[in-house]
């Protein structure tokens, strides 16, 4: 007669798959894989109270982290300016709380507000157009989730070139309206 590991009191070996039926008197819980997955790279989760001061705390909290990942050429006021608008479009949803998520990957750094209130409306694209003005973010936008709705923006962190300076006109020549090369502006 063959008898089992269990019946022979050897090692219990945990099932291959999870039970569907209560374990210990508690139900087993099947989870559903989250829509937005961020690996393989530095990545921050920072979380407020939704309130008029949320804003604020979360654009010097998120450019204090992403200082500390050592990007030689960011442009701080951005990153800040891009973050408080992202959390006053999440705040503007009315939920209790909000969250700010951060990446980087290639010197660029994604930030993502969630609102966590379940159907929130879509907001305005003037977010959007706001973001979208900015100098260092590349791209922006917007999507509607089961646990709220998200804005992100992403950012460039990597060096860029020099601003072009203009030349003073040559002396004696052009007054106002007059171009580099001494011709009249138009």
Known sequence: MTTTPAEAGGPRVPPSSPPRTPV?????????RPRMEIRNRRTA???FRADQWAAKKAGARATATVR????AHLDEPDLDTAVRRLVQAAVA???KRISVHLADQDHRILA??????????PGGDDVLAELAALRSVVSCGSDLAPDGRRVWALLDVA???PRERRSAPAAGGGGAGADADGGAGV
């Open 112 to 121: 993502v507000a969630l609102s966590h209130v379940a159907g929130a409306a």
């Open 24 to 32: 210990d008197g508690r139900r087993a819980v099947d989870r559903a």
């Open 159 to 161: 060096a860029r070139p």
């Open 93 to 95: 949803d009315g939920g």
């Open 68 to 71: 500390g990942w050592g990007y």
């Open 45 to 47: 989760g920072l979380t």
